[in-house]
């Protein structure tokens, strides 16, 4: 399934697992869930995008229509911060140009993260992949930032692994730590992480989180 946007509102979406209808430019793609768009986040985002404007590859963020944990361990109850409409927003906003979307069932979860590269190079036609430092997937995690590494050194395609951002007091930026400053109440935390002021779907969460 494929559907464009009006102009002007979200990016090209395009749910594209087990989908006949594969992209035609080169891109450059982020990895991950993205949960809050928070500072740690922009960071991958603003190394594609710097890739984007250098080498002239479609700008792309790859992320599921739901939260992994929540099929890891469905026993475990787990509040996401950003709606996807929100997030469609805020990539946006980032200058993203396409949205790829997983649904992230069983069969995903069993997929190896050899298998899952090939697929987005055959599906995204990527050039280059951008990915945080602790970004981790495939069948129990088989695959890390180095074994991601290995594998687009195989595949022949450019990889930047992006450090942790951290706040002016040492505290690791991550959507775990918003969710915990949420359920104290620290709402000022939460901005400082986030880069911006929290939404008010965010601040339904707060002391719940």
């Known amino acids: 399934m494929t559907c464009a946007g009006s102009e002007g509102a979200s990016p090209l979406l395009i749910e594209w697992l087990g989908s006949e209808q594969p992209v ?14 928070h500072l740690g986040h922009q960071a991958i985002l603003d190394a594609a995008r710097a890739i984007h404007m250098r080498e002239g590859l479609l700008f ?6 739901q939260m992994p944990a929540r099929v890891l361990c469905p026993d475990k109850d787990f509040l996401e911060l950003t709606p996807f409409e929100e997030k469609s927003a805020l ?7 396409l949205l790829a979307v997983s649904h992230f069932d069983d069969a995903l979860r069993h997929m190896t993260g050899e298998a899952f590269v090939q697929m987005l190079v055959e599906r995204l036609q990527v050039r280059h992949i951008v990915a945080g430092y602790d970004h981790r997937f495939g069948y129990r995690g088989d695959t890390d930032a180095k074994r ?11 990889i930047t692994i992006v450090p942790p951002v951290s706040l002016s007091g040492g505290q690791a930026i991550s959507s775990t730590a918003i969710r915990a400053a ?3 109440g620290n709402i000022r935390q939460a901005e400082a992480m986030l880069g911006r002021p929290i939404s008010v779907y965010m ?4 002391g719940s989180a």
């Open 148 to 158: 991601l590494t290995q594998l687009c050194h195989q595949q022949g395609i450019g």
């Open 60 to 65: 792309c963020v790859h992320t599921y229509d």
């Open 91 to 97: 990539f946006k906003a980032l200058g993203v140009e």
């Open 24 to 37: 035609h430019k080169p891109s450059v793609v982020c990895l991950g869930f993205f949960d809050g768009i």
């Open 203 to 206: 601040r339904s969460l707060a």
């Open 182 to 184: 949420l359920a104290q």
